[in-house]
């Protein structure tokens, strides 16, 4: 059967079986292989995606059953090239280990977010419920959570970006670049260099 | 030295984060390539029996069905899951690719492949296959009673190992205490599903994308099956959602390689939830039986242990497992004489095999619950009741023969009483009411790598770019923690530039140099330590190419921040990139360097954990409340990442002591068939867990680094054990500690008083 259905801000059309389950539809014809499958019965999360700004288990939702809906996938979390205030939070706080619970978590976060946008521990923790994660126990992700709701949380890692201020320090000063420049030539002139490795 | 270190010891995430918040990283299960087909597995529906007949007619008059590979259509070639070397002794090779006698309820039958997925599954579907039945043994107590049904040819055990050293003390007086411990069969849990990918050429060679733990190893197995040589099977690892041992071995991968090889097609075969847990690998039961005697004062004379294991239908990696639950508790605890004996026994089951920690938790799980009923006998806290035995620093292990290195356990256990307020928290009454607390306390220990039982050395080459930055070409398999960060913070720290200046990339067989793999906790101190060394090398070259660009002695020369320095003269500095632009001219190789590290040694890693613990007496139910985990890893290479690893292993490790297990009925069936009765802890179950990490020089890793993933999980299960006991004043052995097990206890307690 023919089927319009909207993803992450674009429209699609698709022609899907009647049983078809929503993850195979976003996985399989339309390529939004970000939303992943563990489990097949709604147990795991990992399928998680936005219906109309609530967390669903994309494999036991029908296609069908998104018609007229606003999906969002977690493809659909950065614009413009720039990370989803949560997704830098995952990031900064060593949130994704194996990163397959990663998409289906943000999108439980993003809903719990939407609805609660100053959610408790505890909340963060019952809205992650659905959600298995067999690599990081939890802790840095309720704490990612909880730096994208602006609240007080302690960064862990050391963020991507530090290489590029690092990069950008380096520079030979040009006098000793100008010296360095005259002994490679007269080294190159010499054949082999003293410290020869060949 | 900490001092010293730039980059070692910051805390960095997983290398591929930035792909892995996107969605944008394609995983095994994602992958696919142009005319792919779809495999799909029909697995044996009876525990025990040979197979008569298999009609794949009407699966093969399905449109879209390719073709219905057999027992009766394939080759018999037996192979071993396990093998990670040709030349390996310890290898069982009794496997096929598909089984005309089943001998578990999933083992492989036969094999549709078809255009896709769904297509694929309608023609499993329509296989049909006709048994003549075996008496199923699904115990290791029938499989050893049944000698007269062999499973495999040469019989129900698959493996006995024992050890004796030091000599029997004396006993008149002693405290003589006996225990009895069962740990469960359970799934691994990986998030995401076993799949493999692989792509058969007309010309015979062919390459598979794999998710398993060693490429090489993979490579071993696949080769000889088909009867190609090695350099004609290219064999590559991509990202992986979790393995935590359950894709150490070679599973699908043979199968995969087969099917594409037959067809020379590429086939894709990824497995559902229920083939994760009942076909493809499980951590295997155990159980151990203990004795020891102490003298009045508390000191250990003597340790007796009987360990069995059920290795499920294929011996796999369990003949090695149950020699490394000999080769543990002599690592934790000073010992006048110990004599363990321990068999692998095969049953009409799924198959176990490697698990996170392989022997570590399970002989852990007997040991500390047993040490606590000898403390409790001795009138003692189970903390300096420990402390009276634990091993010292540089003391040797009795079976191994070899130096335990800065062994730091006792300096864990110190410490995180301490953190814990451990005599307090103790002293607490537990309560009489419904709801009780109690607090417990275990001690593991576990390896750094394979040195003393198997050659251990690693290969890698490193190169700087033509700007500066750096290559590293390493066999590496990231399950998902941090291994391919890891040795670019270790290169980094050598070559004084930020990790995110180096590249560093996983395994393929036709590019990067041969490693074992990730399993026997070997990254970090024996692949990292390889690092260390090829960075070195290049290093070396580096400054031997600055001495040159500066006119000066390499002794004068060090690296800063990306630039070669002219020590006392900080003005003068070449920056990197200049160095490779001009070193470029001198018509010389470029500044890189492979390397071959052999280790040296295999220090033991240790874990001390704290749990502390709610019983509902009335339902059974137990809720972790609080959580310590201290751990001995010589140097948190990655601090972020080497806390998250205690983190999550606590997770399995709750699981492990009160949830998890894979239990397998009267028919032969596994009573699990996905998370909905499979419980791993979600976050709401999830205690706090504070880690306290006790770092050291002296040990031969990388800056003092020893493993972490393994031994992390080692001592959870029974610190909660000992916790519940102690809540509950019971001797509850049999793990999972369930609300059935809880609720029996404290009523056969009750019967008593």
Redesign the interface.
């Known amino acids: 059967m023919e089927l319009l259905l909207t993803v992450n801000g674009s429209l699609y059309e698709v022609n899907v079986h009647p049983t078809a389950r929503l993850l195979d539809v976003l996985r399989e014809d339309l390529g939004f292989t970000g939303t992943k499958e563990g489990c097949a019965e709604g147990e795991c999360g990992a399928c998680t995606v936005l219906v109309d700004g609530k967390a669903v288990a994309s494999c036991v939702m029908l296609a069908v059953q998104a018609r007229g809906k606003e999906i969002v996938t977690v493809e659909g979390l950065a614009r413009d090239g720039e990370l989803d205030l949560l997704q830098q939070k995952f990031v900064e706080y060593g949130a994704v280990q194996c990163g397959f619970c990663t998409p289906g978590m943000l999108m439980s976060a993003k809903a719990l977010l939407l609805a609660n946008p100053v959610p408790s521990d505890q909340d963060i923790r019952v809205a992650l419920a659905g959600n298995l994660c067999r690599c990081t126990g939890y802790s840095a992700i309720i704490a990612a959570v909880k730096a994208a709701s602006g609240q007080e949380a302690t960064p862990l890692m050391e963020l991507p970006g530090a290489a590029e201020e690092l990069a950008a320090e380096v520079q030979t000063d040009p006098d000793t670049l100008a010296a360095a420049r005259e002994a490679a030539e007269k080294i190159a002139g010499l054949g082999p260099a003293p410290h020869g490795e060949a | 030295m900490t001092d010293d270190l730039r980059f070692v010891g910051?805390?960095?995430?997983?290398h591929?984060?930035?792909q892995?918040?996107?969605?944008?990283?394609?995983?095994g299960?994602?992958f696919s390539l142009p005319g792919m087909l779809h495999a799909k597995l029909v697995l044996s529906a009876v525990p025990h029996g040979i197979v008569k007949r298999i009609d794949v007619s009407r699966a093969e008059a399905l449109p879209g069905v390719v073709k219905v590979f057999t027992c009766f259509n394939s080759p018999m070639d037996r192979f071993c899951r396990a093998r990670i070397h040709p030349g390996q002794d310890l290898a069982t090779h009794d496997e096929t690719l598909f089984s005309e006698h089943v001998r578990f309820v999933g083992d492989r039958v036969a094999a549709v492949v078809a255009s896709s997925r769904a297509v694929a599954e309608a023609g499993a579907a329509l296989v049909e296959v006709e048994y003549e039945e075996l008496p199923p043994l699904l115990t290791v107590e029938v499989a050893l009673a049944r000698e007269d049904v062999p499973i495999h040819p040469a019989g129900n055990v698959a493996y006995e190992f024992e050890v004796e050293k030091g000599a029997r003390p004396d006993l008149d007086g002693a405290v003589v205490v006996s225990s009895s411990t069962t740990t469960p069969r359970t799934h691994?849990?990986?998030?995401?599903?076993h799949v493999c990918i692989a792509q058969g050429f007309t010309s015979g060679g062919m390459t598979v994308w794999t998710i398993s733990q060693g490429a090489y190893a993979a490579r071993t197995v696949i080769a000889e099956l088909l009867h190609l040589e090695y350099h004609r099977v290219r064999v590559v690892k991509v990202?992986?959602?979790?393995s935590?041992g359950g894709k150490t071995e070679y599973i699908v991968e043979p199968v995969v390689a087969f099917l594409a090889h037959a067809l020379r097609r590429p086939v894709k075969l990824l497995l559902?939830?229920e083939e994760c847990i009942a076909a493809t690998m499980v951590r295997p039961a155990t159980a151990t039986t203990i004795r020891t005697a102490c003298s009045a004062s508390g000191e250990l004379l003597d340790f007796e242990a009987a360990s069995t294991l059920d290795s499920g239908a294929y011996a796999s990696s369990t003949p090695d497992y149950s020699i490394h639950m000999c080769k543990k508790v002599t690592k934790l605890y000073r010992l006048p004489h110990y004599h363990h004996r321990s068999r692998a026994v095969l049953t009409t089951t799924p198959v176990g095999g490697a698990a996170r920690g392989w022997g570590a938790p399970e002989i852990a799980a007997a040991t500390e619950i047993h040490m606590d009923r000898v403390a409790a006998a001795l009138r003692m806290d189970p903390v300096e009741f420990r402390l009276k035995n634990l091993v010292l620093p540089h003391d040797t292990d009795l079976v191994t023969g070899l130096p335990l290195g800065d062994a730091r356990v006792r300096e864990c256990l110190e410490r995180g009483a301490v953190a814990f307020d451990w005599a307090a928290r103790r002293a607490r009454p537990a309560g009489r009411g419904r709801y009780r607390r109690g607090v417990g306390v275990a001690c593991g220990a576990h390896k750094n790598g394979m040195f003393g039982a198997f050659p251990e050395a690693s290969n890698m080459a490193l190169k700087m770019n033509e700007d500066?930055t750096f290559e590293l070409s390493a066999s590496l398999h990231d399950?998902?923690?941090?291994v391919v960060t890891t040795m670019k913070v270790i290169v980094a720290e050598v070559l004084g530039?930020?990790?995110?200046?180096i590249a560093a990339g996983e395994a393929d067989t036709s590019t990067t140099p041969f490693d074992y793999g990730t399993y026997g906790s070997r990254m970090t101190y024996v692949v990292g330590a390889c690092a260390r060394a090829t960075a070195e090398k290049v290093k070396t070259?580096l400054l031997?190419?600055a001495?040159?660009?500066?006119?000066e002695p390499?002794e004068r020369l060090h690296v800063v921040?990306?630039?070669v320095r002219v020590r006392e003269d900080d003005?003068?500095?070449?920056?990197?990139?200049?160095i490779a632009l001009?070193?470029g001219?001198?018509?010389?190789?470029e500044i890189s360097a492979s390397l071959t590290y052999y280790a040296v040694s295999n220090p033991a890693s240790y874990s001390v954990q704290f749990a502390e613990v709610e019983v509902d007496c009335a339902t059974g139910l137990t809720a972790v409340t609080d959580f310590l985990a201290v751990g001995d890893v010589g140097r948190a290479i990655n601090r972020?990442?080497c806390?998250?690893q205690?983190?999550?292993?606590?997770?399995?490790g709750i699981g492990y002591a009160l949830y998890e297990h894979v239990d397998i009925d009267a028919a032969g069936r596994s009573g699990v068939d996905?998370?909905?009765n499979y419980h791993?802890v979600?976050?709401?179950d999830?205690p706090?867990?504070q880690v306290l990490l006790v770092e050291h020089d002296g040990d031969d890793g990388p800056f003092g680094a020893k493993s972490v993933g393994e031994i992390a999980t080692v001592p959870t299960a029974p610190a909660v054990v000992n916790a519940v006991n102690n809540a509950l004043d019971t001797q509850l052995s049999d793990l999972p500690l369930t609300p059935e097990r809880v609720v029996a206890a404290l009523a056969a307690k009750s019967g008593e008083a």
């Open positions: 910051g805390s960095y995430p997983v591929d984060v930035a892995k918040v996107t969605g944008e990283l394609v995983y299960s994602d691994h849990g990986a998030l995401e599903p990202p992986m959602g979790g935590f559902d939830r500066g399950p998902g923690c941090g530039i930020h990790p995110d200046l070259r031997a190419a001495a040159d660009l500066l006119e390499v921040d990306g630039t003005e003068r500095a070449i920056a990197y990139r200049d001009l070193s001219m001198r018509h010389l190789p972020g990442m806390e998250a205690f983190q999550g292993a606590v997770q399995m996905g998370f909905k791993m979600n976050a709401p999830m706090d867990v």
